[in-house]
């Protein structure tokens, strides 16, 4: 059976060396996605975070990604967002007025104190996620390590499979098609985290 080839973009606010580090870790094969056409030579797609709404939307067209993100999309090849990487999935931040790939829909809200009672406007450290996926075939409540200050809102229930209470309850899991994006960082959540990179590992195209 051949092996996934996990293929992470290069961009230069994430920390996308830690990920690559996660999945070498489980023993998998990564390839850096630094030029369009590196996109090719993998049959995994990993946007990771640590970015801004727009800065990041900014470098994927400097950088031409939007095409082949479209296309390895249409492929089918299984695509995974990671905190802004997952925000970008939904159709807009109110962080900027720059639109996202709107593959999911969802608008991203800054957390608000005068809402969400006895909570930090950012939201950084371990929760809890109530795991219910189909595709990665998870069904439990896991530890994960967060930091963000604006979350997907609204998103439709058909597409929420993971939720965690920070106030309120918020969706941290969106998924559909050959498509799941993550508001946590699995790659800084231990064996918890490694475990979410390896069953999206498995998932087949």
Known sequence: MTKPRIGILCTSLSNYQSIIRAFTWLDLSTIKIERASD?????HVVLPGVSAFGSLMEELRQKNFLEPLEVSRSQGKQILGLCAGMQILGNQSEESPTKGLGWF???CVKIQTKEMQGVRTFHTGWNDVSINSNLLSMEETDCFYFNHSYY????PENISSGKTSYGHSFTS??????????QFHPE????????FL???SELKT
């Open 188 to 195: 800084k959540s231990q064996a918890a985290g490694l475990n």
């Open 173 to 182: 899991i969106v998924e559909k098609d050959n498509l799941i994006g993550a």
């Open 152 to 155: 997907a809102a609204n998103a």
């Open 198 to 200: 390896r069953k999206f």
């Open 39 to 43: 996109f090719n030579n993998a049959s």
């Open 105 to 107: 829909d969802f608008e």
